[in-house]
T-cell receptor
């Protein structure tokens, strides 16, 4: 069990640029989540996949954000036309069925938009 | 829309004593509750959970208590150790909802 892996660990970008993050979940986990965390706050839910299907998206997720999980394994989160307000820690988590299972988080990607 | 609240941003206790971290929630549909621990530069790590059919769950030094009528849960750590110093997040979810909600966290410092 290598845990949830996220790349890159840090990303600094200029406002208006596009960025893409990758998440590799624990191999036997079919559920994958993206969360965002800002300073002094807990993680906020962004979106959720079961296998390759994106089943839920938060109202927080603007149309500049898109997530994919094409083969039901790794996932990518893309932010287009980044804004300074997008600066945050982006966390990926995975879990098993059934629904009452803990989420296992990666170490996150810290995005800084200058 | 803060459905999970941790009203104490920080807590300091002496090594060997009990640490009690508190959490309140507002959504009566929540039926699964968890505590996570987070060290700097790492993601949150699952610590302990409890379902709404129980009022207590114990795992070694960690015990979670759930009071459904008060919509309150707490995490007890006894005895506290310096390695327990971290930020602790309370989280909750509902069976038919995949949106796990987190509190803002409590920073625990255990002094030697």
């Amino acid at each position: 069990d290598t845990g949830v892996s996220q790349n890159p660990r840090h990303k600094i970008t200029k406002r208006g640029q596009n960025v893409t993050f990758r998440c590799d979940p624990i191999s036997e986990h079919n559920r994958l989540y993206w969360y965002r965390q800002t300073l002094g706050q807990g993680p906020e839910f962004l979106t959720y996949f079961q296998n390759e299907a994106q089943l839920e998206k938060s109202r927080l997720l603007s149309d500049r954000f898109s997530a994919e999980r094409p083969k039901g394994s790794f996932s990518t989160l893309e932010i287009q036309r980044t804004e300074q307000g997008d600066s945050a820690m982006y966390l990926c988590a995975s879990s098993l069925n059934p629904s009452l299972s803990p989420l296992h988080f990666g170490n996150g990607t810290r995005l800084t938009v200058t | 829309d803060q459905q999970v609240k941790q009203n104490s941003p920080s807590l300091s206790v002496q090594e060997g004593r009990i640490s009690i971290l508190n959490c309140d929630y507002t959504n009566s549909m929540f039926d699964y509750f968890l505590w996570y621990k987070k060290y700097p530069a790492e993601g949150p790590t699952f610590l302990i959970s409890i379902s709404s059919i129980k009022d207590k769950n114990e795992d070694g030094r960690f015990t979670v208590f759930l009071n459904k009528s008060a919509k309150h849960l707490s995490l007890h750590i006894v005895p506290s150790q310096p390695g327990d110093s971290a930020v602790y997040f309370c989280a909750a979810s509902a069976r038919n909802n995949n949106d796990m909600r987190f509190g803002a966290g409590t920073r625990l410092t255990v002094k030697p």
